[in-house]
């Protein structure tokens, strides 16, 4: 590894790390393109890789946020659990899918989410309207077979999730989404493990940073607004996302 290619790397894990510890998600979504783009590993690769980054950069994070008050570790744990499960199934489906179709999908999920992350306001700091446990649960395997298939943390989908589903105040949904995406990337490695082939030094660049990254995020989340930052990565989330579709979907022509 050269210097320059050390110093990118440290950057993007970096951003990858403060997204999380700020947003509540979203470092899956700047960490696959990143590994498959820019480092240049295979997306079956950075799949496994993604499932690592994230879950360790966003366990560091729940941390911070649990010095702050900002968890509910009943919900995470009910929600997180079902997600498990699901992602740990799902994560046998993306072997026998080509890395066009891998690569689509993930665009195509990147345009649903930034699309939702422009259009939809939540309630800054205001409860929701619980609808009941069935609704976590069914919310929480959606998410969790998200996460094995296309090694996505669902930090994006989780928040949106625990605000009008769950009730719970906003900054408590971005810590308690933290621990969801731990606990769904844990179970998704789990499920790539058998056939992982795992760049080493890499993965723990990426953490590294990551860490760093997730600390001064989870410090900026009492001091900056939310929803600004939302909107302005959405439009960075779009922009990638359809660059993905616009590279992948050519080769399936």
């Keep these: 590894m050269t210097l320059s290619s050390l110093l990118v790397d440290l950057a993007l894990g970096f951003a990858i790390g403060i997204t999380l510890g700020l947003l509540g998600g979203g470092g899956s979504i700047l960490t696959v393109p990143a590994l498959v783009y820019v480092v240049g590993i295979t997306p079956q690769a950075a799949v496994t890789a993604s499932l690592v980054i994230v879950g360790l950069n966003s366990a560091l994070g729940a941390l911070m946020h649990r010095s ?94 625990l605000v009008l589903l769950v009730g719970l105040p906003m900054k408590q949904a971005v810590g308690t989404s933290l621990i969801v995406i731990t606990m769904n990337s844990a179970a998704g490695f789990l499920g790539h493990l058998a056939s992982a082939n795992l760049d080493v030094v890499t993965t723990g660049v990426f953490v590294v940073a990551g860490f760093v990254g997730a600390f001064v995020g989870a410090r900026l989340v009492q001091r900056l607004s939310a929803h600004t930052l939302r909107q302005v990565f959405a439009l960075f989330v779009v922009g990638l996302g359809l660059f993905l579709l616009g590279d992948n979907v050519r080769h399936l022509l």
């Design 68 to 161: 702050q008050g900002t968890l509910n570790w009943r919900v995470a744990l009910v929600f997180g659990g079902v997600g498990m499960l699901a992602s740990f199934l799902a994560a046998n489906a993306s072997r026998s899918v080509s890395p066009h179709v891998l690569l689509t999908l993930f665009a195509l999920l990147m345009l649903v989410i930034g699309g939702w992350m422009l259009f939809v306001r939540l309630p800054a700091d205001a409860e929701g309207t619980p609808r009941g446990w069935l609704a976590v649960l069914g919310g929480g395997a959606a998410v969790g077979a998200l996460t094995g298939f296309l090694g996505v943390g669902g930090g994006f989908l989780i928040v949106p999730a």
